[in-house]
């Protein structure tokens, strides 16, 4: 018999991060657990609500069926020791399935070992199925409760392990499996259930709506009926509903008003106070400005309505008078005045002041500009916009709204009278903030951020802290996604390791305490960034193989590498790839196990075929290197191939001569030197 399984761990109330952890790996882990158990289901759905992680598998047996499988061990041959007896390895095949030796069998020359496995009643792995989710599921951050050991992101209260309509024995640190649940809060807090056919209803009825996908639908038709009660539509820039959703088990709206005299107050000031201190809506009018008025999610009783609004519109309130407050101290400061004070703030303790960054910002910018030929007006405002890109961590304004930092930049340059590029780039230098995320519009931005990005990266791996693993405190490799984006729009030119030294240099005579030297620096850095080209790639389809290969060209420049990736993942079919490829791999099987001379001496070269390598390799060698374009240089390097192919069908290259060997292996080392432009093709998979 089959029927769907249920099991839900009732928790407190969880962080919405864990949730979406949750909806991720839930049902692929329970999944798993029921397939290795020989009760694979037919189906498996994600409920996730702030107080509870659901899985549904449908079509569990209510048995796993007997089972017998034959495994293959070790060679009859290593089965036995030259006394007869049994090996040490024929009886760890035996011990790990159960068996002795001598039950044992030998077919096609292999031991063999059939085991036979009894039915077993689903009930018997209900506790194994509940702790294999809790320790599947790879939460950001977990804690202890009680006097246990168990480990997760929020306690478990309540736990339900239900097949059909039967209870299944589990526990969770002393929470013993049963059919009561937690309804909402304050509609029905407890709630039993009957059959996991009527699991979703009856939540449903105890006001819990258990899809996410449902609660975001229902989140959005209430702010747009309401919205238009105010003749305006709601606004999500910070994109705050995909926290909220988690919030809520049965969402409604309701409105707030914002009193007139706030919306003087710069646009991003009331958007960063509504969203990332309250989660609230903003609205706008037809002509997209900001009304005097916002939405919000709730989770509460309707009756509660006229507290819950006032509550909002205080807190709100509160928020903007701080704004007002530090926004008119901060403009009778003024920009100058902030960036003077820079020297006393400090960026990192082993890094300097944020007056060392600043300068080491503007070197950065100068460097990168030269390197991409750019002059004139964008160089200029770069520069500007460099030495003032961190006055704002000096204001009062960022002190109470970090995340205003760059857009307060921003609009102190203006008031200062500094050119609209200038301001922009200001706050584009923290663009973009994350991957996939908008790069900056213009090039003194673009210039600003990729120098801030260099110094950040560069800084943080001297000292020591590269990231590890997931750890990334730093946000490293998002810095280098950054920098390759950025790179991605714009075109420019990017030598990585000459950039590396100029910011480690810049360091070092700032006297800034680091752990690594240039060179192991430079060793870190500039393969993290072209790792993160490499992932862009695979997302693009270009394979693994692929990457390598082009990654043996020694490309410093993240857009070249990329560039040359692309044109071999298009030529993998080709005949021109196809003669390099081959031509490159019989020349590595001797390179690389024989001893090459110094250079090669044209007095040795006795065949023609080896006058011709010689002549083609002079040849083709600087236009593989200058070529512009990937692909015209992939058909230079696969007009060196068949010169390669005549030399090998013309002499004997491991000549008895030790000279001439010695001198063929050096042309054939020559030859690969002049394929290596185009990548180490001994990476390819073909």
């Not at 609660?215 to 238009?228: D, G």
Request: aromatic share 4%; charged share 25%.
């Amino acid at each position: 018999m089959t029927a769907p399984l249920l099991i839900e761990l009732g928790c407190e109330e969880l962080p919405a991060n864990a949730c979406r952890v949750a909806e991720r790996e839930a049902g692929l882990t329970i999944e798993r657990l029921l397939t290795e158990r020989r009760l694979a289901p037919t189906s498996v759905e994600v409920f996730v609500t702030p107080r509870r992680i659901a899985v549904i598998a449908e079509g569990v047996a209510s048995e796993a069926p007997a089972e017998t499988s034959v495994q293959t061990g070790p060679p009859e041959k290593a089965a036995r020791n030259d006394d007869g007896s049994w090996s040490k390895a024929a009886e760890g095949f035996a011990r790990k399935h159960g068996l002795t030796p001598d039950e044992l069998e030998v077919r096609d020359g292999l031991l063999t070992a059939t085991v036979s496995v009894a039915a077993e009643p689903l009930a018997t792995h209900a506790q194994a199925l509940v702790d294999g989710l809790i320790e599947g599921l790879q939460m950001p951050k977990n804690m202890r409760w009680g006097t246990g050991t168990q480990r997760f992101s929020r306690p478990i209260r309540t736990l339900v392990v239900l097949h059909g309509d039967t209870v299944l024995p589990a526990e969770v640190q002393g929470v013993q499996s049963g059919r009561l649940t937690c309804g909402h809060r304050l509609l029905q807090p407890v709630l039993e259930l009957g059959t996991v056919d009527d699991y979703v209803s009856d939540l449903g009825g105890a006001g819990v709506g258990v899809r996410t996908a449902d609660r975001r639908e229902i989140i959005e038709t209430l702010l747009t009926s309401l919205a238009m009660t105010h003749n305006s539509t709601w606004d999500d820039p910070g994109r705050v509903l995909n926290e909220v959703v988690y919030l809520v088990e049965w969402p409604r709206v309701i409105d707030g008003s914002i009193h007139e005299r706030y919306l003087d107050l710069p646009e991003r000031v009331l958007v960063t106070a509504m969203q990332s201190h309250q989660r609230y809506l903003p609205l706008r009018g037809s002509t997209g400005t900001l009304r005097p008025a916002f939405l919000t999610v709730v989770n509460s009783h309707p009756d509660a309505d006229a507290m819950v609004r006032a509550g909002n519109e205080r807190v709100l309130a509160g928020r903007l008078d701080d704004a007002v407050f530090s926004l008119a101290k901060d403009r009778v400061r003024g920009i100058e005045a902030m960036a003077a004070e820079l020297d006393r703030i400090t960026y990192h303790q082993r890094l300097g002041t944020l007056a060392d960054r600043t300068a080491r910002l503007e070197a950065l910018v100068a460097a990168v500009a030269d390197g991409a030929g750019i002059v004139g007006d964008d160089r200029t405002h770069a520069l500007e916009a460099a030495r003032l890109a961190k006055a704002d961590l000096a204001s009062t304004l960022v002190g109470e709204f970090a995340e205003l930092q760059g857009e307060t930049g921003m609009e102190y340059a203006r008031a200062a009278g500094q050119p609209e590029a200038v301001a922009v780039a200001i706050r584009e230098q923290y663009q973009p903030d994350g991957a996939g995320r908008p790069v900056p519009e213009t090039l003194p931005g673009a210039l600003l951020a990729l120098a801030d990005r260099f110094d950040q990266l560069v800084g943080v791996v001297a000292i020591g802290e590269r990231p590890t693993g997931s750890r990334d405190p730093y946000a490293l490799r998002r810095a280098a996604v950054g920098i390759v984006e950025i790179q991605s729009r714009y075109g420019l030119a990017l030598d990585l390791p000459a950039l590396v030294a100029t910011t480690h240099a810049l360091l070092v005579a700032q006297d800034a305490d680091l752990e690594l030297e240039v060179t192991a620096t430079v060793e870190i850095v500039v393969p993290f960034i072209l790792d993160r080209v490499d992932q862009a790639l695979g997302d693009a389809g270009v394979p693994v193989d692929v990457q390598r290969a082009a990654r043996g060209a020694g490309q410093v420049d993240p857009a070249r590498h990329a560039a040359l990736a692309r044109a071999l993942h298009a030529a993998a079919d080709s005949a021109e790839l196809a003669a390099a490829h081959a031509a490159v791999t019989r020349c590595s099987r001797i390179v690389e196990k024989e001893t090459a001379a110094d250079a090669v001496d044209p007095a040795l070269l006795s065949d023609a075929s080896e006058v011709a390598l010689a002549e083609v390799v002079a040849t083709l060698a600087p236009r593989i290197a200058t070529a512009l374009d990937p692909a015209a240089a992939l058909q230079q390097a696969a007009a060196l191939a068949p010169a390669v192919d005549a030399l090998f069908d013309g002499v004997m290259v491991l000549a008895e001569d030790p000279a001439v060997r010695a001198n063929r292996v050096r042309l054939l080392h020559d030859a690969l030197a002049a394929f290596q432009p185009i990548g180490d093709l001994t990476q390819l998979q073909r």
